[in-house]
């Protein structure tokens, strides 16, 4: 708070309030003071002025009254009679009526000739004719002068009876209460000051006693300098000197006294009143400043507590600040900041959970759903749906084609969801419907509603699209309490359900165990050539034309080191579908030509069957590699046939038939394997390079005489021969199949019937030792 | 008012003469001035000379004209008697504190019934107690032959035997307000021309007009102010 904006302000205000009162205070003090000296001064300018015309005043009228009294005829007569004991009498008689002090006549040569005052004499008198003498020359008519103790003011007159006769002096004393008057009149105080013989013994004064002494003692000291300073007991005054006569040996001097303390004293409640004006302003502008500082502040700590509020995420603090100002402005751009910030990150949070092109929500949001789901323990259930032909869609309309395939797709769906329910795309062809308070019987009825929806074709610009679409079913609680594990247990069904005819899969118990497994096979079998756990079995064929050659099928065994012998049916398809199905093929073909080269070797000549990958076919070097083998096991070709499948050919017809030509080149016979399951054309199988077909067991195994089997084995038969095609009856496990077999003029039958696949060593047991089959015996 | 006085004076000469006529004599017409040579009105010029006879002092008149004395400077012989008759209209308050002769004379008009006698040789300054500027003076000589010059500076005495003189001078001027001895004059059958200097003290003599009132004054000052 104390380094905050608010006490800044204040501060700032402050101080400068402070140095302007300081400053005015101080202004005003000078001035005052300067004005307080210069009214003194002029004061006493006046004073003296006043003070002098006064004392002319004074002098006049006495002056006048000593003309009065000089010429009075009786004054005269006295004068005239020459009598000083008359003359005194006169004198005193005539000089009471004007209060004159000391009187004094003079001859006219300057002689005193009587004096009031028998002190008068002497020097005295002397200095007094010799000033007379010049005043009455000068023309003046009035003079002040010390007499022992006390200073007069002196007037002449004339005596004429009618031509001057005598000079007459009247001295009145100045005395405290003429001073007292004076300062009546002028305001000022007085001192006169009177100078005998260097000394200045005669002081009238209308200060007080104490100061005069102060002020006598001053006066030892220095003379007055005109407009000089006196400072008596703290009180100062300014001093104006004013000599009124002076002569040999005396001087008179007025002091006008102006207390500067006192005419300060009048200015004291202006100062005060400044003061007090002052501290007024002073706490009026602090509080002035404070509600201003605090009108700003406020609102920017109320901005700063929304904007640490936006900072922790809470976008619905509200201010209330009802302002025009910059701040209102502020806020408005605040709360304007923070609805949009809360908007953008509704966008982020929902583009983070969220599919972007059909807005349906994404794994995240669809994995925390099922996770309040199983929390609040709602039954819930989860429909994984795949879109098999996705990438076809996508190939034959575009990308844009197969987003817009999905975008008709969900919106088909929207229709079927509950309240509660939702639909989210997990991956790019793969997604979810979670379905609230829904028992598996009830998700299998919503699975085939989807299924009828989506069975109608879509409309991509001017085709039709028909979506392969696979629907797997998990639920909870019955097939798990986690949402990973049930999303992972509904995608299992889902991959199921894509085998199925019916695309539809409810997740079977165990089936995620079973797919763990499929994953440790597809880790597993990557080293299993390099660890040596591959070897080939061999399943003998007999030969029902009467071939002499012995012949046998190759086939592919996994002897896993901790799962034990695992079925070429378990790991082909996990081979096939992970790419390296074609080093297994390798593999194959190299054993079997090393199997054959060590058979030929001990003199035993076998034909070798090998089954040849469907992305076998697609690998253009491998005709040149198979030749490379035969060359180096010296093997004649036709010791091998490679069986392939229809749909092998069917994946890339033209790179598969140049491989087929290729090997067929080297000498290689072909086989189609499996005839009959796969949706192969006859006029396909015209171009295709083969010498054989292998009818597919599931027609063979349970072969009877009146079956539809019969039928169509025994069509195939005729026509493969027709075509100039051997045929191969493989899954004979009856020796009434191999009869039918025989009768038909089947070339070649395999099957457990005759012997089950076995070891290489079995193998040459078995061709040492052949069984006895009837129909070898028939034939 | 100055030919009025010339005229007494002419009367008064006229007395002279006639009681000179009965000798042979010359007469003397003096020609007085200043020193710087202006022409001296109102010097007294007397001769003391060996056939003096011991003539009794004639009267004398001081009137009062127009608030001045008029002469303003009469010579008498001593213990002549002078009248102070009061032409004027106003009254007048003559007095005299010099001590060749101190008179007073109360407020009065027209001529007082007694003259007064001047006994002792000397000046007597003539003043009015209610009018400070009237300054007259009474020069009392011992010697027979005396007269007061005119407006320029001539004074005669006609009759004069024929003698050696003694001259005094005076004036109010002269400083104070002493005679003044001149050379002295021998004085044949033939009339004599003279001039004499006198030596004068510079003060002036009292104002010999009333001063116009303090009023009147104020009153030509303040039309001068406001114009």
């Keep these: ?779 | 008012m100055s030919s009025c006085s010339f005229y007494i004076a002419q009367v008064a000469l006229l007395v002279c003469c006639l009681q000179a006529s009965s000798l042979l004599a010359a007469s003397l017409q003096a020609e007085l001035v200043d020193e710087r040579g202006q022409a001296l009105e109102n010097a007294v010029i007397s001769l003391r000379g060996p056939l003096d006879e011991a003539a009794s002092a004639a009267p004398a008149v001081m009137d009062q004209l127009a608030q001045q004395f008029v002469p303003n400077v009469l010579a008498v012989r001593t213990g002549a008697a002078v009248s102070f008759p009061n032409s004027d209209n106003i009254r007048h308050h003559v007095y005299s504190f010099s001590p060749a002769k101190r008179f007073e004379l109360r407020l009065y008009q027209g001529t007082p019934s007694e003259p007064v006698v001047f006994d002792k040789p000397g000046v007597v300054v003539l003043g009015c107690n209610i009018h400070d500027w009237m300054v007259g003076y009474v020069y009392i000589t011992d010697d027979p032959r005396f007269a007061v010059s005119d407006a320029q500076g001539v004074a005669t005495l006609a009759s004069l035997p024929a003698g050696r003189y003694a001259v005094t001078l005076w004036h109010p001027q002269t400083p104070q307000m002493l005679p003044q001895e001149a050379a002295p004059l021998t004085v044949g059958t033939e009339p004599i021309q003279q001039r004499y200097s006198l030596a004068l003290q510079g003060t002036q003599a009292p104002a010999a007009t009333p001063p116009a009132s303090a009023f009147g004054d104020a009153f030509k000052k303040a039309l001068r102010d406001a114009q």
């Excluded at chain 1, 986690?482 to 889902?494: C, F, G, Q």
């Excluded at chain 1, 064929?541 to 901790?562: D, Y």
């Design chain 1, 1 to 779: 708070m104390r380094n905050s904006f608010q006490a800044r302000i204040a501060a700032v205000l402050i101080m400068l309030l402070l140095a302007v009162i300081g400053a005015l205070y101080l202004a005003v003090e000078a001035a005052t003071s300067v004005a307080v000296r210069n009214q003194a001064r002029e004061q006493l300018d006046v004073g003296a002025r006043v003070f002098e015309q006064l004392l002319d005043m004074r002098g006049r009228q006495l002056h006048d009254a000593a003309q009065v009294l000089a010429a009075d005829f009786g004054f005269k007569d006295a004068v005239g009679s020459g009598d000083a004991a008359t003359i005194r009498s006169a004198l005193a008689n005539h000089g009471a009526r004007i209060n004159a002090g000391i009187m004094l006549l003079f001859n006219l040569d300057g002689g005193v000739a009587v004096s009031s005052e028998a002190h008068v004499a002497g020097v005295l008198a002397e200095r007094l004719s010799a000033q007379m003498t010049r005043l009455h020359n000068d023309g003046a008519q009035v003079f002040m002068l010390p007499i022992h103790d006390q200073i007069y003011l002196l007037v002449q007159a004339t005596v004429v009876a009618p031509l001057p006769i005598a000079r007459l002096v009247l001295g009145f004393p100045i005395d405290q209460s003429f001073a007292r008057e004076l300062q009546q009149l002028t305001h000022l105080d007085l001192t006169l000051l009177g100078e005998q013989d260097a000394r200045a013994d005669i002081w009238v004064s209308t200060l007080e006693a104490g100061d005069q002494d102060e002020m006598r003692r001053e006066a030892a000291q220095e003379m007055f300098a005109p407009d000089s300073l006196l400072s008596l007991y703290g009180e100062t005054y300014l001093v104006q000197r004013l000599v009124l006569s002076e002569g040999e040996g005396f001087q008179v001097q007025a002091l006008l006294h102006r207390s500067l303390t006192r005419a300060e004293a009048a200015f004291a409640p202006l100062g005060q009143h400044t003061l007090l004006i002052s501290l007024v302003a002073l706490l009026a502008s602090l509080g002035g400043a404070l509600l201003l500082a605090r009108s700003i502040s406020q609102p920017v700590r109320q901005l700063a507590r929304m904007a640490e509020r936006v900072g922790q995420g809470d976008y619905d603090g509200q201010i209330d600040l009802q302002r025009r100002d910059e701040l209102g402005s502020l806020a408005n751009a605040f709360v304007a900041m923070q609805s949009g910030l809360a908007e953008r990150e509704r966008q982020l949070a929902h583009n983070a959970l969220h599919d972007p092109l059909t807005g349906l929500p994404n794994r995240h949001l669809a994995l925390e759903r099922l996770g309040s789901a199983i929390t609040a323990e709602r039954p819930t259930a989860l429909l994984y749906l795949g879109i098999g032909n996705l990438r076809l869609i996508s190939e034959s309309c575009g990308p844009g084609g197969a987003d817009l395939a999905i975008q008709q797709m969900t919106a088909r769906l929207q229709p079927l969801l509950r309240p509660g329910d939702s639909i989210a795309r997990i991956i790019a062809d793969e997604f979810l419907l979670l379905l609230e308070n829904t028992d598996s019987d009830n998700a299998v009825a919503i699975a085939d509603q989807v299924q009828q929806l989506l069975i109608k074709p879509l409309q991509i610009g001017i085709a039709d699209i028909a979506m392969d679409c696979s629907l797997g079913i998990a639920v909870y609680p019955d097939n798990g309490t986690s949402a990973d594990e049930l999303l992972r247990r509904a995608s299992i069904a889902m991959g199921d359900a894509a085998k199925l005819p019916g695309r539809l899969q409810l997740y079977q118990r165990g089936r995620d165990v079973a797919h763990e497994r499929q994953v440790r096979l597809i880790r597993d079998l990557r080293r299993a050539t390099a660890h040596g756990e591959l070897l080939l079995n061999f399943q003998p064929k007999l030969s029902l034309s009467g071939c002499a050659t012995h012949q046998a099928e190759a086939l592919l065994r996994w002897q896993h080191p901790q799962l034990g012998m695992i079925s070429p049916g378990e790991f082909i398809p996990l081979a096939e579908s992970t790419g390296s199905i074609q080093a297994l093929t390798a593999w194959v073909i190299e054993e079997a030509m090393r199997q054959l080269r060590e058979w030929h070797d001990r003199g035993l000549l076998v034909q070798l069957s090998l089954n040849i990958s469907t992305q076998d076919l697609v690998d253009p070097d491998l005709p040149a590699r198979v030749r490379e083998l035969l060359v180096k096991y010296q093997l004649a070709a036709d010791q091998l046939t490679f069986e392939i499948t229809e749909s092998g050919v069917m994946l890339n017809p033209a790179v598969a038939l140049e491989v087929l030509h290729g090997l067929r080149a080297c000498g290689i016979s072909l086989s189609v394997d499996d005839f009959g399951t796969g949706y192969s054309s006859l006029a396909q199988l015209k171009r295709m390079p083969v010498q054989e077909l292998k009818i597919d067991q599931s027609f063979i195994r349970d072969l009877s005489d009146t079956s539809e089997d019969a039928v169509i084995v025994r069509s195939t038969i005729e026509m493969s021969h027709s075509l100039g095609l051997t045929v191969v009856a493989e899954g004979v496990e009856l020796e009434s199949s191999l009869r039918l077999l025989q009768r038909w003029h089947c070339d070649t039958a395999q099957g457990y019937f005759i012997s089950r696949p076995l070891s290489a060593s079995a193998f040459e047991a078995w061709v040492a030792s052949p069984p006895v089959f009837p129909a070898t015996t028939v034939s």
